[in-house]
């Protein structure tokens, strides 16, 4: 689909119209509507928070059938969203529903070590099939989000241990996400006062906070010399050994949202004439090499990688993306790996340089599991498994005020709007906006909430 936050463009909707009439069909001929055009036009104004939001050029009568609430959680009884995925032959998730990997800076600022307040955030989204923890840096030189987690010292390891114990108890599995930042970290976190990257290149027009947790603008990035990019890859193994050790039931490379993996896959960020540069092959070698890293640490089966071919975030998008992800896509399927994870929605922007992929594109390229995330709704999502494009489906800003997200959705209850965006990312706020939100209580009726 090829958009942008704003303006009239013609849109290709006819991913998501499957989607939408996958899950109608399903609920019954009373609800099916007519299928929808391959193309339609449509008035993109607002449509800042997601793709599936396409729903609004459905029919009246079809787009309240495929979006009431019924207060029955009949309605949900054989919806395949709720059944179990074999991720790999020792790996079964008990639904499709994902807790995706969500930046939350509620870490200790100066440690970088998760604290008692983030145990209880994972602890009470143990209702999805799979939790993806947010970034975590893997290194010193990786790291860069104010109050962001990491996993590179010994008492990060012991406090996530806990973390993935209590996360266990519930019957859920949990993957620590791998994120080096390369050129969207912030000099003040680094000894050397350096940011690297693919090639010396700079975000212009974003900003971060800095070590003091001040807000403050990017700065140009040191390329990675050709000898030093092996060193990058062992620190994403040595940080994979300590998930290990922990406990983590495997790991996802982030390769998505303009940070270091994607700096190196895509061509306006990646400027190199070396073996990590130039050609398609060339630029997936570094993602490459940290698989085969990884692999020398979890099974490949344990092993996801997240891409984001369409994003903008992080001053990302480049001309040849389509050819590209698709090269990547097609080469990660021969590692076995246990998932591709696509963002394929809205809510990150589109980038208009090339035309966009779909999760319906991953899936035909990369022979495995697929995730589809970004701003998916229980029924969207139910249609994108149905109709065979993903196998699950990753929710994260539902996940803020929704913790117990997954019951909700299978038992029709009410869910909460996504919090405001105050409270996404700033460590000042504590648990404001974080911890805040309990369990739907059904005997009561009502959500109980501590704004």
Known sequence: ????????????????????????????????????????????????????RLFSILPRASQAAATRDTAMSSVTADYKLFTPLEL???????????????????????????LERNIVYYEQRAGAGLLITEGCGISEQGFGWYGAPALYTDEQEAVWKQL????????TKIFLQLWHMGRQSHPSFHPDNTVVSASATQYVGGTTRNASGERTGFEKARALKTEEIPDVVEMYRQCAIRARRAGFDGVEVHGANGYLVDQFLQSSTNQRTDKYGGSFENRYRFLHEIVEALKTVYPAGRIGVRLSPNGVFGGMGSKDNNEMFRYAFERLSEHGLAYLAMLDGFGFGYSTESRTLTVFDAKKAFKGNVMANNSYTRDTAEGVVRSGAANFVGFARLFM????LAERFQNDWP?????????????????????????????????????
Do not use: Q
């Open 164 to 171: 993935v114990d209590r996360v266990h108890a519930k019957g």
């Open 88 to 114: 790999s032959k020792d790996l079964v998730l008990k639904n499709r529903i994902v807790y995706g990997p969500t930046t939350r800076a509620r870490s200790d600022p100066d440690t970088h070590v998760p």
């Open 415 to 451: 869910v909460n709007p996504v919090p405001d965006y105050k409270y996404f990312w700033d460590a000042a706020m504590g648990d404001k906006g974080y911890n805040t939100f309990e369990h739907y209580k059904p005997a009561g009726g009502k959500v109980e909430e501590k704004p």
């Open 1 to 52: 689909m090829r958009s942008a936050c704003f303006g009239k463009r013609t849109a290709d909707v006819g991913v998501h119209a499957h989607c939408v009439n996958a899950v109608i069909a399903h609920r019954g001929p009373h609800s099916a509507p007519k299928p929808l055009a391959r193309r339609a036009t449509i008035d993109t104004d607002g449509l800042r928070g997601s793709a599936h």
């Open 401 to 404: 005020s929704n913790p117990d």
